[in-house]
């Protein structure tokens, strides 16, 4: 990574080799190709660091398939064993809760970053840059198209997982149909951590391509708090207006900021669709 210095100090074999005697370098190349050619779980003689507290974390995962009781530099070393088969990945995982702050912040930090955490190489970086990608598919099958939304509780969590982990404001129209069955979805525009443009054009060209019965609106603050700000509603009831012409009721408009979603029907900030104030 730029700005790092390769360490100079002589470490064990199969490491640097400068500071070494040709005989001893010739040993320990040997000994490098053999390691080089093994499989990533096939342990260097004498074991992996820590393997028992290794053993012991997974087993603790294994027994309850969760990570309660874990503390938060726990379930990071578990993971990193996965990833750092020889190295102390206890330390790592406390490099990198303290140059984040906490684990939600590590997860959602790009791998760059996370490289700039003592000891923390590509492969970690990468792993654990893949958790939330890896848990929003997951969401997603729970949320396979057509899927119905039948009430609020279910409309949150498809809007959480269009937009967890995201770093900029994105808005999205959810098309569906009278059943309330998703027939579409389009991100309608992208914008900074602080502004997000709803553009009446793209929003129109999306409910006539899906042939909508009724759309929700849902974008996030990555930055703040999930409440609306007067741009927000104001653009929203400018929306709603121009799609109530041509008959398409705008249900709800939700604003997702972490754990947390607001419902701007639910705080009367927008009229319910052709059915008045909910």
Not at 32 to 49: D, F, I, K, L, Q
Not at 152 to 174: A, P
Request: charged fraction near 25%; hydrophobic fraction near 35%.
């Amino acid at each position: 990574m730029a700005g790092r210095k390769k360490s100079m100090k002589p470490t064990e074999a199969g490491e640097e080799l400068w500071y070494m005697d040709p005989g001893k370098a010739e040993k320990a190349g040997g000994l490098r190709e053999s390691r080089e050619g093994a499989s990533p779980e096939t342990p260097p003689e004498g074991g992996y660091p820590n393997a028992g507290h290794r053993e012991r974390l997974r087993s603790r995962f294994r027994e309850t398939q969760s990570f309660a009781g874990f503390s938060d530099h726990e379930i990071l070393e578990l993971l990193l064993t996965y990833g750092s088969p020889r190295k102390d990945t206890k330390q790592l995982a406390k490099n990198l809760l303290a140059t984040f702050g906490n684990l939600k912040c590590v997860f959602e930090a790009k791998p760059e970053q996370l490289m700039q955490a003592e000891g923390v190489g590509e492969a970690q970086a990468t792993l654990i840059s893949m958790m939330l990608p890896l848990t929003r598919e997951c969401l997603k099958c729970e949320m396979e198209n057509p899927r119905q939304i039948a009430n609020r509780r279910e409309l949150e969590l498809y809007c959480k997982s269009m937009q967890m982990g995201k770093r900029i404001e994105e808005f999205w129209v959810i098309c569906v149909n009278a059943q309330c069955r998703v027939v579409g979805r389009q991100r309608i525009s992208t914008g900074s951590l602080s502004e997000v443009s709803a553009y009446p054009r793209l929003v129109m060209e999306a409910v006539m391509n899906y042939n909508a019965h009724s759309v929700f609106f849902c974008h996030n603050h990555p930055g703040g708090t999930c409440a609306p700000s007067r741009e927000d509603i104001a653009s929203t009831l400018q929306l709603q207006r121009m799609l109530g012409e041509v008959d398409v009721m705008v249900l709800d408009h939700m604003i997702v900021a972490g754990a947390d979603v607001y419902s701007m029907a639910q705080h009367g900030d927008i009229e319910f669709g052709a059915r008045g104030r909910r």
